[in-house]
């Protein structure tokens, strides 16, 4: 079974950055495509990025492309999520989520399935971001 650490949220304000970190405890990271969700008050858990470890490709929500970005260190078992010019829209908890690659060979494939959520069986505990206007 694969533990997910999510740390790094807070408060900011509009335009301001933040960066989320997600630590794995697995000794086969490489296998694992990881990915961001976030869901904020009344609305559904959506994905937001979505990283595949092993070959460091990605994929973004549109609403958060050219703002954010995903990255992964396999020496520290961790994946990053850089979010630079905030919007007050992107306050929700942010929650990592991980399975095996096998499961999703593609992370533009989270993107085109109805619930993002399935595939994944192993979750962070969540992490709140707030964007002040």
């Known amino acids: 079974e694969v533990q997910l650490q999510a740390s790094g949220g807070g408060l900011v304000q509009t335009g301001g950055t933040l960066r989320l970190s997600c630590a794995a405890s697995t000794f086969t990271f490489d296998d694992y495509t990881i990915a961001w969700f976030r869901q904020a008050p009344g609305k559904e858990r959506e994905g937001v990025a979505c990283?595949?470890?092993?070959?460091?490709?990605?994929y973004y929500a549109d609403s958060v492309k050219g703002r954010f970005a995903m990255s992964s260190d396999s020496a520290k078992a961790t994946v990053y999520l850089q979010m630079n010019s905030l919007k007050p829209e992107d306050t929700a908890v942010y929650y990592c989520?991980?399975?095996?690659?096998?499961?999703?060979?593609?992370?533009?494939?989270?993107?085109?399935?109805?619930?993002?959520?399935?595939?994944?069986?192993?979750w962070g505990q969540g992490t709140l971001v707030t964007v002040s206007s």
């Open positions: 990283i595949r470890c092993g070959d460091h490709s990605t």
């Open positions: 989520a991980a399975t095996e690659s096998i499961s999703l060979p593609t992370p533009r494939l989270l993107f085109k399935i109805p619930t993002m959520t399935r595939p994944f069986p192993y």
